[in-house]
């Protein structure tokens, strides 16, 4: 009879001298918690369930809508209207009947997210908004919890690992403030291929299993990007910041809730706009990091180059006379720049719409 038992289950792992049976034994003894049952926790939850993680979460308050299944490939057709978090608890069960598997219909939010929290040792940030990715960043750095998380846009994936205990970085210590939702696409809006997802979140599992194992190279002070229309990969050094208000030397309260639209005019500028004599009045400046400006320099504009990472508030004067003109890879980063600029009180400040992928 064709052995099912549970050493012959994780056997070609175990054969590998990184994980053997201690490791399994780690593994088995692990607790994660998966928030995002989409795109990218389909992928990290089969993957974390058949490499023998033996208590998953899987936090999502969604129902199966069917311009999802693209590229949540853990459901079927026939899902459709269901609760995706009790559907992929169902469905990894039947993957691993050795693991121990809870569904949670609800959100996360701010008076329950460390509830949650104490009771995983990691945590995959699996989500698609802002708000969610602020929520669990904090709450890692406050409760000491490991946190993988990921993003995607379109053909591009990003992913890193926040390990508080380890001294490394938060996505505060590069982007204090969380971006208001909507000033960057989400996948209903810009659409993503489903692959992408697929990928950052197979990566995910792979950056948990790593951590449970104590295996070196976890992407841990590190961001790495990846692009899949042309292989380019990109490693971010991702330093702790001192002054980071939530895991810098003072952390101070961080606003929860999105600051509503402040009523901003003309904050972004078409290319099409930019006639030599427009150009004159503005000086441009590419706020990409060393690594964007070095792969694809900015040659079509005159420029200055400060990166985003290096901003403070006092960077630009405001002598009320020159108009800046901000300029990032997509105009994402530039458009959240410019507003937060505004906001501070420099109100000659421009994103350029679309980037340099728009000078194309
Ligand atoms: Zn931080």
Same mark, same amino acid.
Request: glycine share 8%; aromatic share 6%; proline share 6%.
């Given at each position: ?35 995002? *049952?989409?795109?990218?926790?389909? &992928?990290?939850? $089969? ?6 993680? /033996?208590? !998953?979460?899987? %936090? =999502? ?78 709450? *890692?750095?406050?409760?000491?919890? &490991?946190?993988? $998380? ?6 591009? /994936?990003? !992913?890193?690992? %926040? =390990? ?78 001192? *002054? ?7 952390? $101070? ?108």
């Amino acid at each position: 009879m064709t052995p099912r038992d549970e050493a012959t289950y994780y056997s070609r792992q175990t054969v590998l001298p990184e994980v053997g049976i201690d490791g399994q034994q780690k593994l088995k003894k692990s607790r994660v918690l998966v928030v995002g *049952a989409g795109g990218l926790g389909c &992928p990290a939850l $089969q993957f974390l369930a058949a490499a023998g993680v /033996g208590t !998953i979460g899987i %936090c =999502d308050a969604d129902r199966l809508d069917a311009s999802n299944l693209h590229r949540q490939v853990l459901y079927h057709y026939r899902d459709i209207g269901e609760p995706k978090a009790e559907l992929a608890a169902q469905r990894i069960r039947e993957l691993n009947p050795f693991i121990t598997v809870t569904a949670y219909t609800e959100r996360v939010h701010a008076d329950n997210a460390r509830a949650y929290f104490d009771q995983y040792d990691v945590v995959l940030d699996c989500t698609d908004n802002f708000e969610s990715k602020y929520l669990l960043n904090d709450t *890692a750095v406050q409760t000491n919890t &490991p946190l993988v $998380q990921a993003g995607v846009y379109k053909f591009e /994936g990003q !992913i890193h690992v %926040c =390990d508080p205990a380890e001294g490394t970085g938060c996505l505060r210590c590069l982007w204090p403030e969380t971006p208001e939702e909507g000033s960057v696409g989400s996948c209903a809006e810009v659409g993503v291929l489903g692959m992408v997802p697929g990928l950052l979140g197979t990566m995910q599992a792979t950056e948990t299993v790593k951590l449970i194992l104590g295996l070196p190279g976890v992407l841990r002070g590190a961001m790495l990007l990846i692009n899949l229309l042309n292989y380019r990969v990109h490693r971010m050094a991702f330093p702790k910041n001192p *002054a980071c208000p939530v895991c810098g030397n003072a952390p $101070q309260p961080v606003r929860r809730t999105p600051v509503p639209n402040d009523p901003v005019t003309e904050l972004e500028v078409e290319i099409a706009a930019l006639t030599p004599d427009a150009l004159r009045e503005f000086s441009v400046i590419d706020i990409r990091e060393a690594f964007e400006t070095q792969a694809r320099p900015l040659t079509e504009l005159p420029c200055r180059e400060i990166p985003m990472s290096q901003f403070a508030a006092d960077t630009l004067a405001d002598d009320g006379k020159v108009k800046y003109l901000l300029c990032c890879a997509h105009g994402v980063r530039s458009r959240n720049l410019a507003l937060a600029l505004r906001r501070n009180g420099l109100q000659q400040v421009y994103s350029l719409k679309g980037g340099v992928a728009a000078l194309e």
